[in-house]
């Protein structure tokens, strides 16, 4: 009886030592897989600081182009507004045009046999310096010896 008892102990403590080395094994496994994971997330911090460090340039890109943007805007409103202005003081001055035109209209209706001798006049005027002026180049081209 003394044997199954040395028999147990010696069996127990060999169910012992196995579970001691499979516990082993298994915390070796498990301190590689710790390494690897550690790799693994440094290797992912430095690509998360270089994104972040990049989407920062591009934030502070976007910013730029935005204020340019925004001041382009801000020049342009005044631009519209200036030529909105023209717009409206060219139809006060179309306005003012027509009604010029038609009180010259009007008038001219009354007067219009004072305005069609004076057309006729200026163009006899104009028809008598024009001659003048053929007399005074054919009188020079004589005096400076040509025919």
Do not use: C
């Amino acid at each position: 009886m003394e044997w199954l008892l040395y028999g147990s102990v010696a069996l127990i403590a060999l169910a012992f030592l196995l579970l001691v080395v499979y516990i082993a094994r298994t915390l070796i496994v498990l301190q590689e897989t710790l390494r690897r994971l550690t790799a693994a997330i440094d290797h992912a911090d430095e690509q998360v600081q270089t994104v972040a460090k990049e989407v920062r340039e591009l934030l502070h890109t976007a910013n730029g182009i935005a204020s340019d943007v925004q001041k382009k805007a801000e020049t342009l409103n005044g631009a519209i507004e200036a030529v909105g202005e023209i717009g409206g003081t060219i139809r006060s001055l179309n306005r003012a045009l027509r009604q010029a035109a038609a009180g010259l209209s009007a008038r001219a209706g009354l007067g219009q046999g004072k305005w069609v001798k004076a057309l006729r006049w200026t163009n006899v005027l104009l028809d008598l310096r024009e001659k003048w002026r053929k007399k005074q180049s054919l009188k020079e081209g004589v005096s400076n010896g040509e025919k």
